[in-house]
């Protein structure tokens, strides 16, 4: 291997480096971006940014970094863009790079052009594969982990120079690095996709899903900032009342300070120590699952109580008022068209479910009056409404599939599941959903209670006769569990694996182990049905000549923005391909709905 790094800033280079990625088989690629970044994160703001320049390594061991943007010692546009041509048209073979979704978002950004499919991700193959760094799928750390290949950070590199006040000969090893690597990657784990019988999934499915991602993220969400201007005044409002009530409850108490509420309550007797959680420093926690126990064992009435109440009641308000009022003015600012831009974490989950930031639409609450007020701050452009669908009960339809019998017949007769079990166990429909949540995710007798604020040996009861009622999810579970012990992972419908290491121990995380061996059958399929349904309504836009765009997927939703004369049409679409994205043994039910705001949509 040559391991030559060159910087292309002459015809004879250029030439080379065009003729080399026309020929290559395979290859790696990196951009290197400069602007600003967006508020409160680290990660550049790609919507106001511009590449810098572009780095490529082949399999011989040579990298060229081809430069654009320094202050001097560029390539022409001209000669720069024939560059970014053939990487963008290349047929055949494979282009790696970590984390293609941000890439193309750049390519398309500069040049307009679309994916390709020789372009592969590093990033996704790790996750598909299995293979992380300590749960993280960053390119240094997975170089660290799975190459034993370290660089210098960026601090480390440029000190306090700016990449592009940096010669192109100063940057190149650094950005050449980083294609080394994504090929590294690349050539490393795509074999064990054969291996593991994923070698179809990842480019039908995974490699497509990129830039679904990337074009929802493209597209974006507007805000009312009226609204949410008003919505802040409402917390603002609600975290005074709850602090001007704890004051005259506790005025020598301050309801921000943990250690003074802890010492008052906890050390004063006034909450229960025993099953209360303990801070990193040795004092009693005051976190929000805490407070809720609290909630549960003090009497209303008495000063536990009420101080648990309202010190809930303050968290909620202040975790709003930073998370979802300013902030989200804030972080629309960041971009040109003042909408909204958050980021789907494709490798987010083990379970494949998608994570977001930037803000996290994930952790609004669905079913809270303040979720909804949150909710409605989101809205469609001018003319247009959201059309928004979920699956109705995703995940106990998915085991249903698995298990058959009652539950499958229930869903086949179009029947409520939960009336069905609540019925048979003698029990009420919202008793019914906890316990086949239960026995879905192996939640403990002790959580029952608690959920259904019923004695620990009421809860031991009700379970007992579900189990009697229905033995098909215990013997599920039984079955998934000796199946992932034996083989060292599960399986979910699409094929994806999740390797469980933990079953091989007879420690305490073999719980943990057996409780992943039944869930991610179901979760991790429940994830596979959204990503396919995703895949559908996507390659249905172009349909509708731009005027239609996916915009959020968040639980088991998935939200469109189109024009009003279009929702009903819309609405249809998104139903029909969302039922029928996997055929399972029970029906898939998708309900769109069509709203002004995103809260609208019910």
């Known amino acids: 291997r040559n391991n030559v790094k060159r910087t292309v800033v ?110 592969l991700c590093s990033m996704v193959l790790c996750w598909l594969a299995g293979e992380d760094a300590a749960g993280r799928y960053g390119l240094k750390a997975l170089a660290k982990a799975k190459l034993g290949q370290e660089s210098k950070s960026f601090e480390e590199t440029f000190k306090d120079k700016s990449m592009e006040s940096c010669s192109p000969d100063e940057v190149c090893e650094y950005a050449c690095k980083d294609a080394e690597w994504s090929l590294a990657l690349g050539m490393k784990f795509y074999p064990k996709l054969t291996d593991w019988d994923l070698v179809k999934h990842f480019h039908e499915v995974e490699m497509p899903f990129v830039y679904v991602l990337r074009d929802m993220e493209w597209a974006g969400m507007a805000i009312d900032q009226a609204g949410i201007a008003v919505l802040e005044a409402t917390l603002k409002a609600a975290a005074d009342k709850a602090a001007e009530e704890w004051d005259f ?90 909408r909204l831009h958050p980021s789907f974490h494709h490798t987010g989950t083990a379970t494949g479910r998608l994570s977001c930031s930037s803000p996290n639409l994930q952790n609004i609450p669905a079913r809270t009056e303040m979720g909804r007020a949150i ?11 959201f059309v928004a669908a979920d699956y109705s009960q995703i995940e106990p339809r998915v085991l249903a599939h698995y298990i058959g019998n009652t539950f499958a017949e229930v869903y086949r007769n179009k029947q409520d599941i939960y009336k069905t079990i609540g019925a048979t166990v003698g029990c009420t429909r919202d008793q019914a959903k906890t316990l086949v949540l239960a026995m879905m995710y192996g939640v403990g007798p002790n959580k029952v209670a608690r959920n259904l604020k019923v004695t620990y040996k009421q809860a031991m009861e009700l379970i007992k006769g579900f189990k ?135």
């Not at 106001?48 to 399999?59: H, I, T």
């Not at 007797?269 to 976190?287: D, E, Q, S």
């Not at 909710?375 to 409404?385: D, L, R």
């Not at 396919?532 to 239609?548: F, N, Q």
């Open 375 to 385: 909710k409605a701050c989101f809205v469609p452009a001018p003319g247009n409404v």
């Open 249 to 338: 409850i506790l005025p020598d108490v301050s309801i921000t300070s943990g250690k003074q509420i802890a010492e008052r309550m906890f050390d004063g007797g006034h909450w229960p120590t025993k099953k209360a959680l303990k801070t990193k420093g040795g004092g009693y926690a005051t976190t929000r699952e805490v407070m809720e126990k609290m909630l549960e064992e003090c009497p209303p009435g008495t000063l536990g109580h009420e101080a648990a109440r309202l010190k809930l009641e303050y968290q909620a308000a202040a975790k709003y008022l930073s998370t979802y009022t300013h902030t989200l003015v804030e972080a629309a600012e960041n971009y040109p068209d003042g």
């Open 10 to 119: 002459t015809k004879a280079n250029l030439t080379a480096l065009i003729k080399k990625i026309e020929a290559a088989s395979v290859m790696g690629f990196d951009t290197e971006s400069i602007g600003p970044s967006l508020t409160s994160e680290k990660m550049i703001n790609v919507y106001r940014s511009r590449m810098l320049g572009l780095s490529v390594a082949f399999e011989d061991g040579t990298s060229y970094y081809a430069p654009v943007a320094h202050r001097d010692g560029n390539l022409p546009i001209r000669d720069f863009e024939s560059i970014v041509r053939a990487i963008a048209n290349k047929v055949g073979g494979a282009v790696w790079a970590h984390n293609w979704k941000h890439d193309s978002l750049v390519l398309q950004q500069e040049f307009g052009w679309r994916p390709n499919p020789a372009w």
């Open 468 to 602: 009697e009622k229905f033995p098909e999810i215990e013997t599920f579970r039984q079955r998934a569990i000796e199946a992932a012990s034996e083989r060292g992972y599960i399986k979910t419908l699409a094929g994806r694996r999740r390797c469980i290491p933990e079953l091989s121990t007879h420690s305490e995380d073999r719980w943990r182990g057996e409780r992943l061996a039944m869930n991610t059958p179901i979760q991790g399929t429940a994830a596979d049905v959204m990503k396919l349904a995703m895949l559908a309504v996507h390659g249905k836009l172009p349909d509708y000549d731009g005027l239609v765009k996916m915009v959020g997927q968040v639980h088991d939703e998935l939200t469109l923005e189109c024009p009003a004369n279009l929702a009903t049409d819309v609405s249809n679409m998104l139903a029909n391909a969302m039922e029928a994205a996997m055929v399972l043994k029970v029906p898939l039910v998708a309900e769109a709905k069509v709203g002004q705001t995103w809260a609208g949509c019910k």
